[in-house]
């Protein structure tokens, strides 16, 4: 780990203008995963702002039946929280099936959001990376490529995103809402958060430079049952090969987005259009333009399958 620089906000904006400040800064909250990236030398802050003082640690109900999330609310008090239990369980189920329990106690809000990939590629200093050096290559294509993208991706990056809870959260259509360094703030849809690699991979999402995340909101419940179905390796700490998040309504209407296929959670307003046709109408729209990469296209029989299984479970309660 390279040396670094280090202080304690006492506000969002002044977080938020201090890693502006300072080349190279970065915040730091939980660090459940930038300090595992730094001790690889694959992030290299010369300076970390941390924001744990902030009072961005609280479940808010909000006008209109939404809840506020604070940016700093640690993903096991989300999961547990009655208000998501009973009115958003896609997201309390998709946040207890990531990681370990250890983990999700200090992990936070913004920075499960902010995650990066666990492309094997990425995490070897050693392999050519577009995310880690910009037009280095990307050793990835026509490596080993089991556990990345089938949809989505592009001759520059097939790494996948690799969290649970914007997937989740995607369904429900969340809003990210941030500061930036000059005091002023922003709302950004849970749709236009995550960015595609296209030629640019190194830029995972939408957020300015400087600019924090000080919470995520949901709008009011959508009803029907909650569905998060994962598909991995082993039973736990493991990334999804392929999951399923859903809200499906006793008509057979509802919301369905995938998780471990692409590299950002991956919605397609069709396939919503046709979930009360089957989950053979609703994969199609999902999967279009699929392009898998050697050894990973399982993923898209496998997310035919899981989809089918959310939806069956649903049809039979």
Not at 116 to 142: E, H, L, M, V, W
Not at 213 to 225: D, F, Q
Not at 253 to 264: D, E, H, N
Request: proline fraction near 7%; charge should be positive; aromatic fraction near 4%.
């Amino acid at each position: 780990m390279k040396p670094f620089t280090y202080e304690r906000a006492d506000s969002p904006a002044a977080a938020a203008a201090a890693v502006a400040r300072t080349p190279g800064a970065k915040f730091i909250a939980g660090g459940t995963n930038i300090l595992d990236l730094m001790k690889l030398q694959i992030e290299t802050p010369t300076h970390l702002v941390d924001v744990n003082r902030l009072a961005l640690d609280r479940i808010e109900d909000i006008p209109g039946g939404g809840v506020r999330i604070g940016a700093l609310v640690r993903n096991t008090a989300l999961a547990a929280d009655r208000r998501i239990r009973k009115h958003y369980g896609v997201l309390s189920r998709a946040i207890v099936a990531g990681a370990s329990g250890q983990l999700r106690n200090k992990a936070t809000t913004a920075g499960n959001l902010l995650q990066r990939t666990r492309c094997p590629y990425f995490y070897d200093t050693a392999q050519p990376c577009n995310k880690r050096a910009p037009g280095s290559g990307c050793a990835a294509i026509g490596g080993i490529s089991r556990q990345l993208a089938v949809i989505g991706a592009s001759d520059h990056c097939i790494a996948t995103y690799p969290g649970d809870m914007a997937v989740a959260m995607r369904v429900l259509d969340a809003t990210v809402e941030t500061v930036s360094p000059d005091g002023g703030t922003r709302a950004i849809p849970i749709a236009d958060f995550h960015l595609l690699p296209g030629d640019t991979p190194q830029k995972e999402n939408a957020l300015r430079p400087g600019e924090l995340i000080t919470a995520v909101t949901l709008p009011a419940p959508l009803g029907g049952r909650h569905f998060y179905q994962k598909v991995r390796d082993r039973a736990s700490y493991a990334f999804a090969l392929v999951s399923v998040a859903a809200v499906i309504h006793p008509d057979g209407s509802g919301r369905v987005a995938l998780g471990g296929v692409a590299p950002k959670p991956w919605r397609v307003d069709a396939a919503d259009a046709a979930m009360k046709h089957g989950s053979r109408a609703v994969a199609e729209p999902l999967l279009a333009g699929a392009r898998p990469a050697g050894d990973n296209a399982f993923k898209l029989p496998l997310a035919e399958r899981t989809l089918a299984l959310v939806m069956s479970e649903a049809k039979a309660a």
